[in-house]
């Protein structure tokens, strides 16, 4: 792929900061429409390409009515197949008619005409594609590939281009996208990246863990491994996501854009139905016994203190601490005692003595 920068075409500034997108349904294909010399094919017009893509960037910021804060396309691909960099990965385009048609895909646009230069050269096509799979790749695109005549009132992007785009966008050896990996998950806006936690262990993208690898073994068991390259292992990846969903989808779960129901992340019933129960951390089966009142003396240590501490960090009552982060310690200090009297403030069995020295209902029900 030959991509060619913002920077190294000569580009502007935009207007104002452009809008970010997390991911789109796919990629809507645009010409320029208008008329272009079929002379800007040839091999030597290629040095005139950089300077097209200033002219088109001028042209978008001086548009009399849409006031563009750049370059409307993501992309534009000229006859030689090299792809310029327009808004770019991530940004919101500004070319697909609405605001709707612009959040939901990316624009690519082919240098050419409705009069001129109407045929795409082979050369064109290669270019478009990679275009494809750079936003797919970078900027989280999913598998469809449209024309700006779909959903849109307008005869871009030509009928030649248009007629391509309907045949799946294939380069002209016959390959890509749509021959490619894309299609194995069906219309996925990207792949979701979030996390989800189920019972005390997090699921989801980057999550860490040996539950981690169980359910990618049980994928791979239930016959949803072809997403695996190398694994599964304990670091939750986008392999693991698409064979999530894949699981999810032969469930009847539908809706495969991040946030829907087959969207990769686990839930709490298709992991159930995965796994045959819910993995979850083990509570202690039983609460310590009571040291004592003489455990807890202020300015002296006993190692009860340091269990003590942990339940007050497990509850979350840790406002009073000496400046660094309530840790736990053995010494019982007045930060300790004001921690349990917030505690026992809060709990209604112990609001009623909240002297912050735990006694064994304190203990109890701090640490169950
Ligand atoms: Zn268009
Ligand atoms: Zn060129």
């Known amino acids: 792929m030959q991509l060619v920068t913002r920077a190294n075409w000569g580009a502007r500034p935009p207007r104002y900061a452009l809008t970010y997108v997390a991911s789109t349904k796919g990629v809507k294909i645009h010409y320029e429409g208008t008329y272009v010399p079929k002379s800007l094919a040839a091999t030597a017009a290629h040095s005139t390409c950089a300077g097209r893509m200033r002219d088109l960037q001028a042209s ?60 795409p050269p082979p050369a064109m096509l290669d270019g478009i594609v990679d275009a494809i799979m750079w936003l797919r790749n970078t900027g989280s695109a999913g598998d469809r590939v449209r024309g700006h005549r779909d959903g849109h009132p307008t005869a871009c992007p030509g009928d030649r281009l248009y007629a391509w785009v309907q045949d799946g966008a294939q380069r002209p050896d016959g390959t890509g996208p749509q021959g490619g990996t894309g299609t194995e998950v069906p219309a996925a806006g990207g792949v979701a990246r979030y996390q989800v936690t189920i019972n005390g262990l997090t699921y989801g993208y980057g999550a860490d863990g040996a539950h981690v690898t169980a359910v990618g073994e049980a994928l791979v068991n239930r016959g949803f491994g072809k997403f695996y390259k190398v694994g599964p292992g304990p670091r939750w990846t986008d392999a693991d996501t698409r064979a999530y969903q894949a699981f999810q989808l032969s469930l009847g779960y539908t809706g495969t854009a991040p946030g829907e129901d087959a969207d990769g992340v686990p839930g709490e019933v298709s992991l159930h139905q995965l796994l045959g129960r819910l993995p979850g951390r083990k509570k202690p089966s039983t609460v310590p016994p009571f040291p004592g009142r003489s455990a807890f003396v202020l300015g002296r240590t006993n190692p009860a203190v340091v269990t003590l501490d942990n339940g007050l960090i497990r509850a979350g009552y840790t406002r009073y601490h000496d400046g660094d982060g ?13 921690n349990v009297a917030a505690f026992q403030r809060a709990t209604p069995a112990l609001a009623g003595d909240a002297d912050g020295y735990p006694g064994p209902l304190t203990w109890r029900l701090l640490l169950s």
């Open 326 to 338: 309530y840790q736990a310690g053995s010494r019982f200090t007045e930060h300790t005692r004001r």
């Open 60 to 119: 978008h910021l001086n548009h009399p009515t849409e006031n563009y804060s750049d370059i409307a396309y993501s992309a534009v691909v000229c006859p030689h197949g090299t792809v310029y960099e327009g808004r770019g990965a991530h940004r919101l385009t500004g070319a697909n008619g609405t605001a709707a048609l612009n959040r939901d895909d990316y624009a690519v646009c082919a240098m050419l005409g409705a009069s001129g230069l109407v045929v």
